[in-house]
């Protein structure tokens, strides 16, 4: 909680130069950030954003510092310099901007929340209880992926949910002498025999009723997804993968990316990991699991149905010893915002690419569904190779500069509706 | 190599109280030390311990420091006291106490290794290359497991083998989020299935021919085992499990320890293990295996199979990174070494339980099969209390003292032979 909260005081004491509505929502959770900064105009516009960031482990990739920001090759190297202080700065920066040059026609509403690389805890609380300051005529989203690796801009109007679960098991009271493993039940055995039966190579889930609640996309949806670059050899390039998972045929790994649903292993330790050899027969492992989970599938079913699975067969001593959930959300790409956007984005950066919504998470279901905000994920620093949540996070410096200037610009136009 | 190094320095200084015999035995790796002090009897005794220890991972489970030895209700607590520093230490104490009162009838020849704990690699080379120093007319082993729980002594005349393989499987150039599982390729999934694919939960190993070898107990040593107690409760109470692995009866317990080659999983890291959670689809996973391996299985055979039935089952990318082995051993427990020591056992003990070998590894194979060593492992300090290779490492105090004098009569009684 120390680590973050300067970087919450920070942000607030810049907002204070322009407003003193500036206050923290506190629901039990890390407080979010609030500052309404009034416009002219009759529309309030709400700009979500995260001062948390994903930790820096494992700290040995990094090539520098990830806390003292790193300038090569026209870029930025940083923990969180993407995900998501960019966008924080450059609507601070864009602000600054307006307000140097006069008044901004639009009430900005800036939320900047401190949990969301843990699940957004709190957010939902926080969404509803404080519904009044966060009610808006649109949302501008943390900006998600932005540019395609053709440079082509990018448009996300929903992202998925998430299921997060740490798993354990422990059959022994502590590591014993592998000699032992001939009598003594093995956990990491138990753990990956359980975690086996969850999914195979090919991401088919088999937890009974998993794939439920999922729908198929729509034919709007179809459309937009026509119209993305998978961008397969370039991301092979990048990646360094061999194969992709499926052997998907390019035309449909858009919708593969979007509309399937994973169990992702994110995390697994047991035993010994150290360097050279140790005999020990590990009394405990663990799992961390993460569940993209796509409209309209809930977490806390699918964190049921994970129970029921496990009990039902045979894996009833793997714990599930936290988990945290957030729902999928989906906003319509005609709404007054995302027009607007769309426009600006077509006049800054030329025709934009149009996602139904971002392969990844974000706490936007309290926004979207419940205050029934109109929400548009907009352009910003995101590129393919800006190793989010891994080292060596970085932008390019000339994306920043130009995420101001869309601010600046959806802003006065959105204002002036 | 640094860490270890003062302790054979140490010892070797020790010894050279009592013989200029000391030197270094280098055969590429840790090099062994080697000392033969003199006796007045025509008969030679091998003395083999080890100065190296496990690590001390994991750190924080430890009640002190690892090593600095702590005194507590009877016990000496440190990494390494039990394994192998008590044999190392008793031996130079017996040898003290002898010299004190005169000469000692039989020739010792101290072996003490330095890669015990990493699968002895280059011991082999060195029992090959100086035969004739190691060449005795009985081995002394370093003490195994000495008592059972009832406090009755046990001796053992061998040990099984041991094949260590490091595993890795890396799909992606670097961690992803954890968004695109949709699409990549799990390193975690394609590591657990690998594994999950060699063994079951009963340690059923299936791998094609891993069997083949197994040698039947003889009725021998079927005698032998009816006279052990597995003492199910008492390892029930101390080790913590609910059940066995295979729901054993009591009266199959030891001959499943001693005769059930196993596929141990000691360690398994991939992606995010720290604290709370991180959504990253990691690039790659590892994990180390341990294969105690019965008469007559052979290490290098099995290292062979196992990347056979990768390559079989589609797990051709997990890459085998390193391995190490050690063939099991088997010596006969009517030879005079053996005789010798049952019979000092008795009378300072009472009535031993002998174990046809132990259920752990050493590198005996080259004492006991190319130089043709009779050996027995004798009652040392080991209890099944002393979690060796575990925090909190530790031997009674008392048993150290019995050990001292157990050495000067072996000595003494063999020497006169």
Redesign the interface.
Do not use: C, W
């Given at each position: 909680m120390d680590a973050v909260r300067p970087a919450r005081d920070w942000i607030g004491q810049r907002l204070s130069r322009f407003t003193d509505r500036v206050e923290t929502l506190d629901e039990g959770g890390m407080p979010a950030l609030y500052a309404e900064v009034p416009g002219t105009g009759r529309r309030k516009l709400l700009l979500y954003q995260h001062y948390d960031v994903?930790?820096v482990?494992p700290i040995e990739?990094w090539d520098s510092d990830p806390f003292k920001p790193a300038e090569r090759d026209g870029r930025i190297i940083a923990r969180g310099v993407a995900d998501d202080k960019a966008d924080v700065m450059a609507r601070i920066h864009a602000l600054e901007t307006l307000k140097g040059l006069g008044e901004i026609p639009v009430t900005l509403r800036f939320l900047v929340e401190g949990e969301e690389?843990?699940?957004s805890k709190t957010f939902e609380k926080i969404a509803h209880k404080h519904a009044d300051k966060l009610r808006a005529d649109g949302c501008l989203w943390e900006s998600g992926s932005s540019f395609d690796d053709s440079g082509r801009p990018t448009l996300q109007f929903g992202c998925?949910g998430?299921l997060?679960v740490?798993l354990r098991v422990k059959?022994?009271?502590?590591?014993?002498?592998?000699?032992?493993?001939?009598?003594?039940?093995?956990a990491?055995?138990?753990l990956?025999?359980a975690?086996?039966s969850l999914?195979?190579?090919e991401?088919n889930i088999r937890i009974d009723g998993f794939y439920e609640r999922v729908v198929e996309p729509t034919d709007a949806d179809r459309q937009m997804m026509a119209r993305i670059d998978p961008e397969i050899e370039k991301r092979k390039k990048?990646?360094?993968?061999?194969?992709?998972?499926?052997d998907?045929a390019p035309e449909h790994?858009i919708e593969?990316?979007?509309f399937?649903?994973?169990c992702?292993?994110?995390?697994?330790?047991?035993?010994?990991?150290?360097p050279?050899?140790?005999?020990?027969?590990?009394?405990e492992?663990?799992a961390?699991l993460?569940f993209?989970l796509v409209p309209d599938q809930d977490p806390e079913e699918i964190l049921a149905r994970l129970r029921k699975h496990l009990d039902a067969r045979g894996f009833e001593k793997v714990e599930i010893v936290s988990h945290?959930g957030e729902k999928p959300a989906r906003s319509d790409p005609n709404s007054a915002v995302a027009r607007t956007v769309i426009d600006c984005v077509k006049e800054l950066y030329g025709e934009p690419v149009l996602w139904p919504f971002?392969?990844?998470?974000g706490p936007m279901h309290p926004v979207v569904s419940d205050l029934g905000v109109p929400t548009v994920l907009p352009v910003g620093v995101g590129r393919p190779d800006n190793?989010?949540?891994?080292?060596n996070e970085n932008i390019h410096a000339a994306d920043y500069i130009n995420t101001i200037r869309l601010m600046c610009r959806v802003w006065e136009r959105f204002g002036a509706g």
């Open positions: 994903q930790p482990d990739l690389e843990i699940g998925r998430l997060y740490q059959l022994l009271g502590y590591d014993q002498h592998s000699g032992f493993a001939s009598i003594y039940p093995s990491p055995a138990y990956i025999e975690l086996a999914r195979d190579q991401m990048l990646v360094g993968f061999e194969r992709l998972m499926r998907t790994v593969q990316l979007l399937t649903p994973t992702n292993i994110a995390g697994i330790t047991t035993g010994y990991q150290g050279g050899s140790k005999t020990v027969l590990p009394a492992a663990s961390k993460d993209r945290d971002m392969p990844a998470t190793r989010i949540h891994a080292p």
